[in-house]
């Protein structure tokens, strides 16, 4: 059964820093794109950013968040991380983890198999 769990969120200030953790189960880690999307209240899931399968040598991110967040992965641990800085109101939102077999980084969410339940990550100003 495969599983992802994701940690670290929370409620800080903006500016702010946060680091959220996705630990996954039941799959082959290092084989799998992996991706964090978020959901902010009355809005659609959007795309936050991707790390390429086994070493992590290409990643990819929204716009909004590009300078400020860093996602990294930890094959050894199954894991991957997005370390947030510079937090903004904006960036209030669920935060989702996914994982996909595809051979390309997907923005989309279509190009993810498997999914996490989310960790709130709430800033204010």
């Known amino acids: 059964q495969v599983r992802l769990v994701e940690s670290g969120g929370g409620s800080v200030q903006a500016g702010d820093s946060l680091r959220l953790s996705c630990a996954t189960s039941?799959?082959?880690?290092?084989?799998?794109?992996m991706g964090w999307f978020r959901q902010a209240p009355g809005k659609e899931r959007e795309f936050v950013a991707a790390?390429?399968?086994?070493?992590?040598?290409?990643?990819d991110y929204a716009d909004s968040v590009k300078g400020r967040f860093t996602i990294s992965r930890d094959n050894a641990k199954s894991t991957v991380y997005l370390q947030m800085n510079g937090l903004k109101p904006e960036d209030t939102a669920i935060y989702y983890c996914?994982?996909?077999?595809?051979?390309?980084?997907?923005?989309?969410?279509?190009?993810?198999?498997?999914w996490g339940q989310g960790t709130q990550v709430t800033i204010s100003s």
């Open positions: 039941g799959l082959t880690f290092n084989g799998y794109e």
């Open positions: 996914a994982a996909g077999i595809t051979e390309y980084l997907a923005r989309e969410e279509g190009g993810y198999d498997y």
């Open positions: 790390i390429k399968k086994w070493d992590g040598s290409r990643t």
